[in-house]
């Protein structure tokens, strides 16, 4: 399914987000800071828009871009042409233990089928005293940003994304994926679990995404 939106899914960003996203991501790249030192992992990247923040970010450590769809990382290899681009399924990483000193991932944890495998497998490739910073459209807490959600994934996500990539079904998909995922707190406990610590998450624009970080012991 990302393989095929995947030549329009730069242009459907651009439109349904109004370029906010890209706030939203400075933000996360910043919450890394304070975690290991060394290389960064971009996990579940699509179309790699986190690499040229890292670069910029982190102009000396080695930047990983890895996602389950080739597809998304060949469109967006022009961004960053210094990051490492690695087809891999997030909840089971092709890194050895402690690979690594930070990790980011937007918008993707709701689309693992198991996202506490997927924390595990964060943990297990984060060096110790290293930082997983998550990006995400979590299920909404606040009544407000719940009705937003539900009209805007109902109605504005499969007429526009339809419209624009020719697949009213994957962008259904996506709205689907946002109403049967965690809440933010739930998402937190999730990482505490897996056996992360000094957990904290915060919301953005009400809530309509948040992000949630954690370091390894």
């Not at 699509?46 to 890895?66: C, H, K, N, W, Y």
């Not at 897996?194 to 995404?209: E, H, N, P, Q, Y």
Request: contains cysteine.
């Amino acid at each position: 399914m990302f393989d095929r939106i995947a030549p329009t899914y730069d242009t459907l960003n651009g439109v349904l987000s109004l370029g906010i996203d890209r706030r939203w991501r400075k933000r996360a790249v910043a919450e890394l800071f304070g975690g290991a030192g060394g290389d960064v992992l971009d996990v579940c990247s699509g179309t790699m828009d986190f690499a040229p923040l890292l670069r910029e970010a982190f102009p000396r450590d080695r930047i990983v871009a890895s996602d389950f769809s080739g597809e998304m990382l060949e469109r967006g290899k022009d961004k960053a042409p210094t990051v490492e681009r690695v087809v891999a399924d997030a909840m089971a990483l092709p890194f050895a233990d402690a690979s690594f000193g930070k990790i980011v991932c937007g918008f993707g944890v709701r689309n693992l089928s198991d996202p506490r495998a997927g924390a595990r497998e964060a943990l297990r490739v984060l060096r110790r005293g290293g930082r997983f910073v998550v990006l995400e459209f979590f299920q909404p807490e606040r009544a407000v940003t719940r009705a937003f959600h539900t009209m805007y994934g109902d109605v504005v996500l499969p007429a526009v994304g339809g419209l624009v990539s020719g697949d009213r079904e994957a962008y259904a998909y996506l709205s689907k994926s946002m109403k049967a995922f965690l809440t933010r707190r739930a998402y937190a406990d999730v990482l505490r679990e897996a056996g992360f610590t000094k957990v904290k998450s915060f919301d953005l624009l009400f809530g309509i995404a948040s992000i949630v970080r954690g370091d390894k012991p």
